[in-house]
């Protein structure tokens, strides 16, 4: 089965904090995604990365930033938290290609005060 | 831009009931995914329909993509408490050249005793 595993369940920040948001997959899997979600406005997407070092902007990529080191490692930044960005965050991955169904983390529950 | 309409936005069923969940595309679908969320938790890929006409099934759950490939409707037979959630459906989209996953707000499912 395929594991992807957000590093926190909860967290909680400051206004301002730069924020690290990990995801890590087992499975080798070429794309790596990050998507928040919130009541009524459903799951966006941040930032989308293909391969090592690679990334592209999704829906709503402001205020964020990620980075992509390994295959396995997917990372997304809050440069400096604002209450705004208070939601769900869940990091998918797939196989490369077209027609791959994308696998979820848990997700990580963000509060910034 | 496609949109995903689900409907109905909620629903509660009595236990043993049928139910089906309706995903509408306001373009051609070439690749339809369901997914079920539990409260607070990441999503759980359930199937995956690419042709017109086609059905899947995995336990008492079963997906359809209808000919014209614009409507997919997920069906559960003689509901179960463990059935409850949120049902999503997402569609294969291009964004930036790569392939992405657009969603639905989703569908409550609430199944009472």
């Known amino acids: 089965d395929v594991k992807v595993t957000q590093s926190s369940r909860y967290l909680v920040k400051r206004t301002g904090e730069k924020v690290f948001l990990e995801c890590v997959q087992d499975m080798d899997h070429e794309n790596m995604f990050w998507y928040r979600q919130d009541p009524g406005l459903g799951l966006r997407l941040i930032y989308f990365s293909y391969d090592v070092k690679m990334k592209e902007k999704g829906d709503i990529p402001e205020g964020y930033s990620v980075s992509r080191e390994k295959k396995e490692r997917f990372s997304l930044i809050l440069e400096s938290a604002s209450t705004n960005q208070t939601s769900m965050y869940l990091c998918?991955?797939?196989?490369?290609?077209?027609?791959?169904?994308?696998?979820f983390g848990d997700g990580t529950r963000l509060s910034i005060l | 831009s496609q949109e995903l309409e689900q409907s109905p936005q909620s629903l509660i069923v009595q236990e043993g009931k049928n139910l089906t969940i309706n995903c509408t595309s306001s373009k051609t679908l070439y690749g339809l995914y369901w997914y079920k969320q539990k409260y607070g938790e990441g999503l759980i890929f359930l199937m995956m329909?690419?042709?017109?006409?086609e059905e899947k099934s995995h336990e008492k759950i079963t997906a359809k993509l209808d000919e014209k490939k614009q409507q997919s409707s997920l069906h559960i037979t003689a509901s179960q408490p463990s059935h409850a959630g949120i049902y999503l459906c997402?569609?294969?989209?291009?964004?930036?050249?790569?392939?992405?996953?657009?969603f639905g707000k989703g569908t409550m499912l609430l199944v009472s005793p």
């Open positions: 998918a991955s797939s196989l490369g290609g077209i027609n791959q169904p994308q696998h």
């Open positions: 997402g569609a294969d989209i291009r964004h930036s050249g790569y392939s992405t996953l657009t």
């Open positions: 329909l690419q042709k017109g006409g």
